[in-house]
């Protein structure tokens, strides 16, 4: 048996992964956290565990180097682990840690072991570089970094290396002027591998440490020593591979993704149905409009009276809803009679809003399902009648299931605009250089203060912000919507935008947490259906299906008892072939 020691590195509680080699390894235990049982502390002996914050995994790593005697070292993440199975799995990311994925992955010692006979050096394998969403946009590593951190440090850490390791600056040459790189500082390398590489690694740091000033960085980027040692790392496996004919194996790289929420869908459906049958409508006390805008093309009307409908049937004063249809003359007069109709049987008011949307032509529209409709928020505020001062903008694929009153009465504490955080919103905000301190949110779901915006020149700033961001703007006017507000938005609470994604594992980066995800799905105010695949689509098993179809069988658009039959056995039958879905709901019960 070969003497191999791996750090699988844990910085919160999550399901340990454990084997004679795989050794759970807690960062930063100095720092006073709550010890996890079963994981070894990085703070015993020689260590650096007081520095996490900044230096993340890197804690552990020096742990490693100078207080455990192995034959080969390796370092991993709780959510990213190399696969050592013979046969590599085609699904790659996991919501739990069972006897399925320590079988799949091959987190086990005798395959452990095996990969590291013939190799000095095991390694995630390197993928192209690119920003999250634009994939069409190569990128060297080099600039990467400087697109996503302090570019100036990188050109620090190149000064220390060329001085003080002149044999491997070369290589560090190669991985920043090339366009693929592994990340997370991933490895397994034989022990003098191991130990010149660490010594070179936290030599640089140190020094770089010594002359780079973070101070004014912000908690994201003042974790800089675990970006910078991602490339670091790189650089000394090509060093190893050309200089010491190190033999180097890549692997796959798994990823942890956030859990489902451990809600049943039956039962959010149920409670939902319930709030909105025990609604009571009752006749306004001078109480105000409450104004709610949709962007509304010919093809989304239909989904649009689902929208308005439910709106309309879960609250106590439908007379005081009065909706505004923003549209660019596109939705025909058949489908204006049926949506006022809809809208008036139920209690409320409609008007349509013709946009001249030949000012928006130039914006970006990135997306082969996206009109230049998303655009009309950015400009609604120029259209809408003198008298509205306020608006709840919502969009044409939500099913609304609290009252509209408790997000109008939400006080907008002298923002602009109100949001939801958006669930890939991490990435999303490094994409468009947002400060860490900006939520980043969905554009689906906001409260819009309109006589702000008529005060603004929203214009000039959409141009000035398309002008500096344009190369990476993906998400159309929700990314406008973030660079011109960052920083300056009221966030709302989850519930209020909640996103498909909260109901199954999602591999994304979010800018909420898995509490108020847990919160949001199961108890939802608004439902947003953000998948591509939507509750009028068959292939959609989303939990409020059947809430979406319960308001548009009450719309000019109602499906056919027949089509009803059909549509509920196809959705039954994706149901009972979907493994993932049986597994979840084994679970529940």
């Known amino acids: ?29 100095a720092l006073g956290r709550h010890a996890f049982a079963e994981a070894i502390g990085d703070d015993t002996g020689i260590n650096i565990s007081e520095k996490n914050i900044s230096w993340n995994e890197l804690t552990a790593l020096y742990w490693m180097r100078h207080n455990v005697d192995a034959d080969f070292y390796g370092l991993m993440h709780y959510r990213r682990l190399l696969v050592f199975a013979e046969k590599p799995p085609k699904r790659l990311a996991f919501s739990e840690v069972t006897e399925r994925e320590i079988e799949r992955y091959g987190w086990k010692d005798e395959l452990i072991e095996k990969a590291c006979v013939d190799a000095d050096i095991l390694t995630p394998q390197t993928r192209d570089i690119y920003l999250p969403g634009l994939p069409e946009v190569p990128m060297s590593a080099g600039e990467f970094y400087a697109h996503q ?7 620090i850490v190149e000064e220390i290396v060329k001085a003080r390791f002149p044999a491997i600056y070369p290589f560090l040459v190669q991985v920043l002027a090339g366009r693929k790189v592994f990340f997370n500082s991933i490895t397994v390398m034989r022990k003098p591998l191991f130990q010149e590489y ?30 910078l040692s991602e490339y670091l790392t790189n650089a000394y496996v090509h060093y190893a591979k050309a200089v010491h004919d190190a033999r180097v194996r890549e692997l796959p790289l798994t990823w942890g993704m956030r859990p489902r929420p451990q809600v049943a869908p039956e039962e959010v459906l149920e409670t939902a149905r319930r709030k909105r049958d025990a609604i ?94 998303t655009y009309y928020r950015l400009v609604m505020h120029r259209y809408l009648p003198a008298e509205v001062d306020k608006a709840i903008y919502i969009d044409a694929d939500t099913i609304v299931v609290e009252p509209l009153e408790n997000l109008w009465d939400i006080d907008l504490e002298g923002h602009p605009v109100a949001g939801a955080p ?46 500096r961001k344009g190369p990476y703007i993906v ?23 909640a996103g498909t994604r909260i109901y199954r594992a999602n591999p994304l980066e979010p800018s909420y947490s898995e509490e108020e995800a847990y919160e949001a799905a199961g108890a939802p105010s608004i ?26 069988n009450l719309t000019p658009w109602a499906e056919t008892a027949g089509e009803t039959r059909k549509r509920r056995l196809i959705q039954k039958a994706r149901r009972l072939l979907r493994a993932r879905d049986r597994r979840f709901e084994r679970k529940l019960s």
């Open 1 to 29: 048996m070969k003497n191999i020691f791996i750090s699988v590195v844990y910085f919160k509680a999550a399901p340990l992964i454990k084997t004679g080699y795989l050794n759970p390894i807690q960062a930063g235990r």
């Open 149 to 155: 951190h302090h570019g100036k440090d990188m050109e």
């Open 198 to 227: 660490c010594d070179f690694l936290f030599e640089t740091l140190e020094t770089a440490e010594q002359r780079i000033d973070t101070s004014d960085y912000d908690p994201y980027q003042k974790r800089i020593w675990g970006f």
């Open 280 to 373: 009571v409508a009752r006749t306004p006390a001078n109480e105000g409009d409450i104004n709610v805008a949709l962007s509304v093309d010919d093809r989304y009307a239909p989904h649009a009276a689902v929208t308005m409908l439910s709106a309309l049937k879960t609250t106590e004063t439908p007379g005081r809803l009065r909706f505004f249809i923003l549209n660019g003359g596109n939705i025909s007069e058949a489908n204006r009679s049926k949506l006022t109709e809809t809208v008036a049987a139920a209690g409320g008011r409609l008007e349509f809003i013709d946009i001249d949307d030949r000012d928006l032509r130039f914006l970006p529209l990135n997306r082969d399902y996206v009109s230049i409709a």
């Open 422 to 467: 958006d669930d890939a919103g991490f990435h999303q905000a490094r994409r468009l250089q947002l400060s860490a301190d900006h939520r980043y949110f969905n554009a689906g779901v906001m409260v819009f203060d309109i006589a702000r915006f008529r005060e603004m020149d929203i214009a000039t700033d959409v141009l000035s912000a398309f002008r």
């Open 475 to 497: 998400s159309q006017d929700q990314d406008l919507l973030n660079i011109l507000f960052e920083n300056d938005t009221k966030i709302l609470p989850l519930s209020w935008n």
């Open 527 to 552: 439902v947003h259906f953000t998948d591509v695949k939507k509750p009028w689509h068959t292939k959609c098993t989303h939990p409020f299906t059947e809430l979406y179809w319960d308001y548009r």
